[in-house]
C-alpha cells in the first residue's frame, strides 16, 4: 500500500505490504481502541525507538488508518521533538553539538506535558526542522488516542525511567544497529552530506544514541522486531 503521509513537518510517500497491515497495524489499532474505550479517557501511547528505525513515519501511518476506519479510536501524533532545548539554551551549557541525546531535551517540561494529557485539551510544542528550535503549544490535543513518539521515552536512566507511569502502553521497535547505521547514513546523504560526512556523523553522533536506546531501555509492554528489509513483525512473548 503506498500512502502519502504528513511526517516532520514534510509531506512523502510511504509503502506498506497489505500483509503487514492486516496482521500487525490493523490489529494493533483494534488493541488501543478497546483499551481507551475501556478506561473511558484518554489512553496515553509511548512508542520509543533508536534513531533511523522510521517511528515517525509509523506514527503517522497509525494517524492514517486511525482515520480511515469508523471502528478504530483517532490517533493523533506528539512528538517528544518539541521538547528539544532551545539552540540559544543548548550554546550557554555547551551542548549543541550532541542535540538529540537525552541531556539536550527539556525533561522537566515534557513531564508537565504529560501530566497535562489527563485533560480533555491539551497543548504540545513541535520542533519546527526551518528554525531548527521549538515551536510552545503548536499541536492542539484533542484525540482520545495519543501516541507519544521519541527515541528516549523508555530510557532506563534517572529522571527518564519515571515518564513510564504517564503511559497506558509502551511499545518499542527493536532493530540491528548494523540495519540502522546503513539506514541513518543513507538518510544523512539524501539530505546533502557527502558519504564521509554521513558517517563521521554517525560515529559522534547517531551511533552512541542508537547504541544507547538499545542497550539501556526499559521493556516495553508490546515489542515490534525491524526486518532487514524495514518491514514489521509483533514479538510473542
Not at 205 to 227: F, Y
Request: hydrophobic share 40%; aromatic share 8%.
Amino acid at each position: 500500500m503506498k500512502v502519502t503521509l504528513k511526517v516532520s513537518g514534510m509531506v512523502s510517500d510511504s509503502f506498506f505490504s497489505n500483509s503487514e497491515i492486516q496482521q500487525l497495524h490493523v490489529p494493533l489499532l483494534h488493541q488501543l481502541t478497546e483499551q481507551q474505550k475501556a478506561k473511558g479517557s484518554r489512553l496515553v501511547v509511548f512508542l520509543a525507538a533508536p534513531p533511523g528505525c522510521g517511528k515517525s513515519t509509523l506514527s503517522a501511518f497509525w494517524e492514517y488508518l486511525s482515520n480511515c476506519d469508523v471502528a478504530l479510536q483517532t490517533v493523533q501524533i506528539l512528538p517528544m521533538d518539541g521538547f528539544h532545548h532551545c539552540n540559544r539554551w543548548l550554546d550557554e551549557h555547551h551542548l549543541r553539538g550532541r542535540k538529540g541525546a537525552p541531556e539536550t531535551f527539556d525533561l522537566d517540561g515534557l513531564q508537565q506535558a504529560l501530566l497535562r494529557l489527563a485533560q480533555p485539551q491539551s497543548y504540545w510544542p513541535v520542533y519546527d526542522r526551518t528554525l531548527h528550535d521549538p515551536v510552545q503549544d503548536a499541536i492542539t490535543v484533542t484525540a482520545p488516542i495519543v501516541i507519544v513518539e521519541g527515541n528516549w521515552l523508555l530510557l532506563d536512566e534517572p529522571g527518564w525511567r519515571e515518564l513510564a507511569q504517564y503511559s497506558d502502553v509502551t511499545l518499542f521497535i527493536r532493530a540491528q544497529a548494523r540495519q540502522l547505521r546503513a539506514r541513518l547514513i543513507e538518510r544523512k546523504m539524501r539530505g546533502g552530506s557527502t558519504l564521509e560526512q554521513a558517517a563521521d556523523f554517525y560515529q559522534q553522533t547517531d551511533g552512541p544514541n542508537v547504541d544507547r536506546v538499545l542497550q539501556r531501555s526499559l521493556p516495553a509492554l508490546i515489542t515490534l522486531n525491524m526486518a532487514l528489509d524495514g518491514g514489521l513483525t509483533r514479538i510473542v512473548s
